[in-house]
């Protein structure tokens, strides 16, 4: 009797330590923990079944993250006859929403019922948040039912490879972080005036030449001095090819971006001939900031034009993403102002004006990606002189750019740099050398991308929003992970969870269970979040 009832105690205790730590995020739409049955547990003899080969992604994924940090591999099979099973099916009646899913877990087995592929994947990331956070075996996991979904269409983060190079087995890893969080979109910032990092095969110097820069400027901008050392990278068309296929499997979509007509210094390095000085000598740039200071504007000629439909059919042809992004930030009027050639132009076409330069610029851009099938994606510069017809716009000069889109009809991705740049410092006292600006956690958590000022109907015109990681003073992966979480679990629920579970309290206890997953999966985030 007293070992049936030392059995029943510790039962008890399991349970309700299981029903504590079921801590997720993003927070899901409908959670209920059932502290009073037994867990399911995983053990050797434990079947993931599917009957449907296009979840074989997210029964590998499982399986993936299950072998790297508990040492087992589940059996897959599509035969349901199994007692101990993880069940994985697709059913597009389940719920009225895009991507959903529901997630049942008992004593008998586990459940996920997705509308879609992705909808199933996503309950997978749920699942690996239901498991320890240490190296137990066999692994006990909560009775639950989960009914979930996400709130936008679009849900982003951005790395700016540019500035500083990172190599392909990191971007699977930051790749894997923004699936962890049921992002699906990679921005990948693939050029700027600091180096071009994708290989152009019909134009070889952009990576022969473009792609490093004779030194770095040392220290917060204006900086200190420069470290005169050669730097630099870039990935071959075969490693893209390789991410874009990594990023499928977990049911992100890679945006690439391809700037112009501005921030173009590393293509003028490797070809003069397409700016507004032909004659000079361009050098990839070694200091931050400096689209004011140093001319790194593209002449919007034939010839120019002709250059970049190269560089954007190559870069289409790898891509089978429907958007392209073309930048269209940061560009300085004044290059094109004091180019002869520049003047020409607005002459022969009836431009008034520089700002109207640009808008040709882009239209004429959005036109031949357009008839490759494609969409542009700009940041909301591309709103001066006129918005491209078909063109998307990144909001990132606060929300009035994603305001004005949003009322002409036009999809908009909120970026807001008060709120969405996580290069800027977590802390007023940060512990490393970042941007100067302050972006807390709690500011981040309580942005809500859908601006107030928009009617029902324009609202419907916010497709979602993104983080943007910049990397001046972000040298190595550990820093990009130190300034990208907790920050990304924020984002996660601003663009997953619904507007009225979002709760900052709440996020931050789930954050304590959240940092201890984190341990587990050797994860460099701030020790400080764990005081403050």
């Known amino acids: 009797m007293k070992r049936i009832a030392m059995f029943c105690l510790l039962l008890m205790l399991a349970n309700r330590l299981s029903a504590q730590e079921v801590q997720i995020i993003p927070q899901p739409a409908y959670l209920e923990i059932k502290k009073k049955l037994p867990p399911f547990i995983i053990n050797k003899n434990t079947k993931i079944v599917v009957k449907d080969s296009s979840l074989l992604k997210s029964a590998n994924n499982l399986n993936e993250y299950l072998s790297k940090y508990f040492q087992i591999k589940l059996g897959i099979t599509s035969k349901d006859s199994t007692a101990n099973r993880i069940n994985l099916v697709l059913n597009t009646t389940v719920s009225e929403f895009d991507d959903a899913y529901i997630l049942n877990s008992s004593k008998e087995n586990i459940s996920i019922i997705g509308t879609s592929s992705p909808g199933v994947f996503y309950g997978i990331q749920t699942l690996l948040q239901l498991l320890p956070y240490n190296k137990t075996f066999p692994i006990h996991v909560a009775s639950v039912s989960i009914v979930d979904h996400p709130r936008f269409g679009y849900r982003g983060m951005h790395l700016d490879v540019s500035r500083h190079f990172f190599d392909v087995a990191f971007i699977k890893k930051y790749i894997d972080y923004l699936a962890y969080h049921k992002l699906n979109n990679f921005h990948w910032h693939l050029t700027d005036d600091h180096g071009w990092r994708i290989e152009i095969k019909k134009h070889p110097k952009l990576t022969n030449i473009g792609a490093w820069r004779n030194g770095s400027i040392i220290g917060l901008y204006p900086g200190t001095g420069n470290d005169g050392l050669r730097y630099g990278g870039f990935y071959t068309q075969e490693e893209v090819k390789e991410v874009i296929k990594y990023a499928a499997d977990r049911y992100i979509n890679v945006i690439p971006e391809i700037e112009m007509p501005a921030h173009s210094m590393a293509v003028l390095a490797a070809y003069p001939q397409f700016g507004t000085e032909p004659s000079k000598k361009y050098e990839v740039a070694q200091t931050w900031g400096i689209f004011n200071k140093f001319n790194n504007v593209l002449q919007p000629t034939d010839q120019t034009f002709k250059f970049l439909e190269d560089v954007l059919t190559e870069v289409m042809n790898l891509f089978p993403s429907k958007y392209i992004h073309i930048g269209g930030d940061e560009g300085s009027k004044i290059w ?67 305001i004005a889109a949003a009322k002409q009809k036009h999809k908009v991705i909120m970026t807001p740099e008060d709120m969405m740049y996580f290069n800027h410092s977590q802390f007023l006292k940060d512990d490393s050398l970042t941007a100067s600006k302050y972006l807390p956690l709690k500011t981040v958590y309580d942005y809500e991308p859908v601006p107030a000022v928009l009617n029902a109907a324009e609202a419907k015109y916010i497709w979602g929003g993104q983080g943007n990681l910049w990397s001046e003073y972000i040298t190595n992966p550990a820093k990009v992970e130190y300034m990208l979480f907790p920050r990304l679990d924020a984002l996660s629920e601003i663009l997953w969870s619904p507007k009225e579970k979002k709760n900052y309290t709440d996020f931050q206890i789930r954050l304590k269970t959240q940092f201890k997953r984190y341990d587990l999966m050797k994860i460099n985030y701030s020790k400080r979040y764990l005081v403050n």
């Open 336 to 402: 094109w102002k004091q180019s002869a050639v520049s003047q020409q132009i607005m002459k022969a076409n009836g431009i008034k004006d520089e700002s109207g330069l640009q808008s040709y610029f882009i239209h004429r851009i959005e036109k031949f990606v357009n008839s490759k099938g494609k969409t542009i994606i700009g940041w909301d510069e591309i709103l001066d002189g006129g918005l491209a017809p078909n063109a998307i716009v990144m909001s990132w000069r606060g929300e009035k750019g994603g």
